[in-house]
């Protein structure tokens, strides 16, 4: 049950597991043993935390284009995908921020480059442009309740778009800098474009067809007050015995 | 007769006065006006007790009236093993009820005999009241507990409809959330911090004063011979009145100065709607209000004034109840905002009371509480005694007189958001209504139905949800208090 009193705890726990967690790590790599486990995290996240921030975008966009989807999905599946496209957004941000961390630290870029799209090569400019998108898009994705409010709905939308714009830059970032792309590394960036072509034809042939489409509503609620009547009948006589039970005493 | 008081509401008796004896003359008992009043205090044994309440059949005052003998003997069972806590109930979370206010307010002395008495009886070394809010009552009862010295502990509660449940008061009590247990398990079994629990209202135990003072016998002079001595109504939300049981209905709103209106509503916001032509005749007492299609409840009598919709008036009620409730239950959640949409047909002239029946129609006890229920009754018999007022409904759509709000409803709080639809915007994708299927139906085109309600606090969440989800960007929140929106 979604009350307040079930959500603030935990809000509440997010900062001390936060402090927690880096005290963990901190402690950790002191040790000599820790430390060797730090230093392989630290490389596993040098060469692969730009391509999951890639793929989690790409995640986001297929989830994002698909929870528009009036024709094969249902109402219930048109949320998961939302939530689905939240969640990647998420995780996107998330290496992304520590792909940009790990890139200053290693030495491969500095914070100039990150604020500003210059630098030694062109492919690293691209980067920090699609960084920038990235985060206009997900800041303003954060506010979409005051849009709704507003009297400007297709200035969001518009922002939005932004998303394809820092996909594709990200796609050739991720292609062109740094070290040469695995074969299977390709690949996923091929299997990417198709999705989200896919999903963008979907959402072209959906939003040509007049609205409304099937009225699942009525069958589904007559089909829920059959239920509900087939389930008081077969209460009912539970009921009689439950009476005796259910006076309550003030 | 008593005027109206700087200690709150106003009091008055038909006959003789036993729980509100001595109020002509003094704002507060205190301790020693108390024992002037009602004279020394007498402790008999259990069985001595159990065997008075039993000849008086005394019952719960809260509501349910349950034999308070038979829960004596429940606890009592315990008596050798357990460590007895004995609870009042003064958690008055129905507008419109005054009474447990009042005897906190100005007898806190009987209700503390009451509680004593009871406690002594069982062996019990724990006296618990539970208050809801802060005021007047709870300092008087804190005043009165300093007066005698008294190892009572005073809990606060916030005040709602469903927090005066026994169950939700004991879970209240014991630090939990004041809703109603979904699993019932008898308090005098397993109550406040899983001991043994004597719960009742705050009438009850000053009830139970007044008989041990009095004897059975003399308690038993006054009221019906099935149901005996005196009983504390509400009437208008505004005056309490202390009636022998079996008088006349008329003859307590003459009492009160008022007159049985369009209808009068008995046993409050899970009660029965009465015509005023049964209201004027019908006697006070738990079997005279059932036989006539309401009941007695925590003795909460309306009179609907004349000049307003009674219809608008019942419909504001039920929103009111509707978002009263927990959300713990389906039928209740679901159930009650079906009943609000068909009052609201039925107002405008696009539904007819079958519609109300058929939503109303959640079913007994399928609920943690009465809630349900008892939000069904009250508006399955509005329908039946305003039928003519319907008829115009339906003909004309809508009776044309204004809802002025006579009922009384707890103050609203600031918080209280609304969603709302720009029309302009939605394409009638639909995910709203399956996010917050309590407020927003879908018509036969797709397009969401409001309800013209506030949001639930258990809504909340969801409705935020509903909000950040909408494809078309048209569902939004408002609230009264445009900065708190800005914060969200």
Known sequence: MDTPQSEKPGVRWLVPAGIAVTAGVLIGAATPAGAVVVTEIQHFMDFYSGVFTLVGLTVSMVAGLVATDRMILKIQHRILAQALHRAATLISMAFLVSHVVIEILTRNADVVQVLLPIGRTSAIALGTVAAHLMIIVALTGVARARFATGRRPWLWRALHWLSYAAWILAIIHGLLAGRQAPVWVTWSYLVCVAGVGVALLARGLVTVRPRGGEEELPEESRSKAAKRKAAREASRSAQQAANERIKVSR | MTGPTLMG??????????????????????????????????????????????????????GAAFPFARKLRAVGRHMTTGDIAVVVNAAEGEPGSLKDHVLLTRAPHLVLDGAVIAAHALESREIIIAVAGKGPALRSIRAAIAERKLPVRLVELTERFISGESGAVVRAVNGETPVPPGVKVRTADFGVDGRPTLLSNTETFAQLAVLSSLGADLYAGVGTSTEPGTVLLTVGGSTVVETPIGTPLGTVLERCGTTAGQG?????YHGGWLTPAVATHVPVSRAGLTAAGGTLGAGIVLPLSPGTCPLGEVTRITSYLAAESAGQCGPCRLGLPDVVRALNALADGSGGPEGVRRAASIGRGRGACSHPDGTARFALSAIEVFEQDLTVHEVRGGCGLPVRGFLPLPMIEGGDGRLAVDWTRCDGHGLCAHLVPEIIRLDRNGYPIVLNTGIPPWVESNARRAVAMCPALALRLTTPDVRAERRN
């Open chain 2, 9 to 62: 509401p106003m009091v008055t008796h038909v006959d003789a006065p036993r729980l509100t004896l001595g109020f002509d003359r003094f704002e507060r008992l205190d301790l020693d006006r108390h024992r002037a009043v009602h004279g020394r205090l007498y402790e008999p044994r259990l069985s001595k007790l159990m065997a008075m309440a039993d000849q008086v059949d005394l019952r719960g005052r809260g």
């Open chain 2, 264 to 268: 009068v509503l008995v046993g409050g």
